[in-house]
């Protein structure tokens, strides 16, 4: 990733609840093609927005159906410095920060009962992140995977708004969306093991509560009305 497409913040994606089972996407809705990512030409702000779930393979018509009914898997995707195959038109706002992944409860993603398949999972989890401050909160070093050769990268920890929204990995349908500050005191929550072309411009979102998160995404994986 260059440094002009390398800014500070982070982006997350969960899908609204809508109706029970999956659906075609809402006229005006992007829908992702079956090779997982949105079809080109006139994209809708919504993908455009959500680049952490742009070129993801999780959304398939070979996916579980989501059922409100629940219970249902979640797969994630998170923007981790990185935008491999996403389509053109580009993203108007380059501005994301560098996100770790979001360890959910186990059982919630698919697991060695699934053979890991990303089919088995009915949700997509899309993350990303704003800063919402400049000052360091933390420091992250970790492996930088971009350009001729890895190197260490060393980039600050900001506070930041953290944007999720989740989709219907079958249709594409938003779910559901909705935004946490991060607060989560761990110095090592938000350092990611690795990142493709970080800049010494790029920087990290603070966390959100996990708790907070899990008791948002709950309802969507036991079926429960929120």
Known sequence: MTESIMTAVISACLLTACSGSDT??????T????????????MEEGWKRNRACAASK??????????RSGPNLFTQEWFNGGYTAVPTPEFPRDDDALLAKVFLPDGWEPGPREGYQVTA???VLCHTATPSGKRRVATCEFRDIGGPGSHT???PVVP???HFEVYASKSGRLVTSFDLSGTDRDQAAPCPDSAHWVS?????????????????????RDGVTP
């Open 160 to 162: 930041a708004t953290h």
């Open 153 to 155: 990268s060393t980039v």
């Open 200 to 220: 010494r411009l790029d920087v990290i979102a603070q966390p959100p509560s996990r708790r907070a998160l899990v008791d948002r995404l709950q309802p969507l």
């Open 121 to 123: 999972a009915a949700l």
């Open 24 to 29: 075609p996407p809402a006229q005006g809705r």
């Open 58 to 67: 999780a959304f398939t018509g070979q996916a579980a159906t989501y059922r």
């Open 31 to 42: 829908r992702p093609s079956a090779s997982g990512s949105p079809q080109t030409g006139a």
